[in-house]
T-cell receptor, first 116, second 115 residues
């Protein structure tokens, strides 16, 4: 149980376009989802916390107008990178928790975004 | 402040050598969890172990073992008789209770096992 699916696995887009990444909890309801970003040879940095039915909470330094997060249902959160630029090229990975008392971290497979 | 430090950026060993990956954490919380993940080149995170702050027993799983010491705030990971397939980036992470699943990751250690 506790499977998280992330789609797409990789995407290449042109500079200036927007890209949507989906994170789905397949066999549980995820009250909270987290979005992380990982640049090459670096660690995973939390970008934002997505709570179902409310606005996402962004970490300091993350532009909320550029990285739009929508958690419209208990099984789906989306991250949209708007007006993508080459510096947004990165590995994006989501994780989901069942509730605030969650003691596990269930990760998606990650999405490798390349902006050309 | 909560923080995880993996001081070893890269480690290179020859197959069959033992190798220890260090992890030091900082938190004022009394209830927390510590994780180790393996990240192969494909990028996905492979869960290795979770340990809660009240359980200081060391754990062994095959060639993997973990040493948790609260006195030194360390949670070190040892691979015995390393193999080429162990080559990957390994992350130590801190999880605080009542945060719904949010992890604080260390910088990662890239392990290269040469034949």
């Amino acid at each position: 149980g506790a499977v998280v699916s992330q789609h797409p696995s990789w995407v290449i887009c042109k500079s200036g376009t927007s890209v949507k990444i989906e994170c789905r909890s397949l066999d549980f309801q995820a009250t909270t989802m987290f979005w992380y970003r990982q640049f090459p040879k670096q660690s995973l940095m939390l970008m934002a916390t997505s709570n179902e039915g409310s606005k996402a909470t962004y970490e300091q330094g993350v532009e909320k107008d550029k990285f739009l997060i929508n958690h419209a249902s208990l099984t789906l959160s989306t991250l949209t990178v708007t007006s993508a630029h080459p510096e947004d090229s990165s590995f994006y990975i989501c994780s989901a928790g069942r509730d605030r008392y969650e003691t596990e971290a269930f990760f998606g497979q990650g999405t490798r975004l390349t902006v050309v | 402040a909560q923080k995880v430090t993996q001081a070893q950026t890269e480690i290179s060993v020859v197959e069959k050598e033992d190798v220890t990956l260090d992890c030091v954490y900082e938190t004022r919380d009394t209830t927390y969890y510590l994780f180790w993940y393996k990240q192969p080149p494909s990028g996905e995170l492979v869960f290795l172990i979770r340990r809660n702050s009240f359980d200081e027993q060391n754990e062994i799983s095959g060639r993997y073992s973990w040493n948790f010491q609260k006195s030194t705030s360390s949670f070190n990971f040892t691979i015995t008789a390393s193999q080429v397939v162990d080559s990957a980036v390994y992350f130590c992470a801190l999880y605080l209770s009542n945060q719904g699943g949010k992890l604080i990751f260390g910088q990662g250690t890239e392990l290269s096992v040469k034949p």
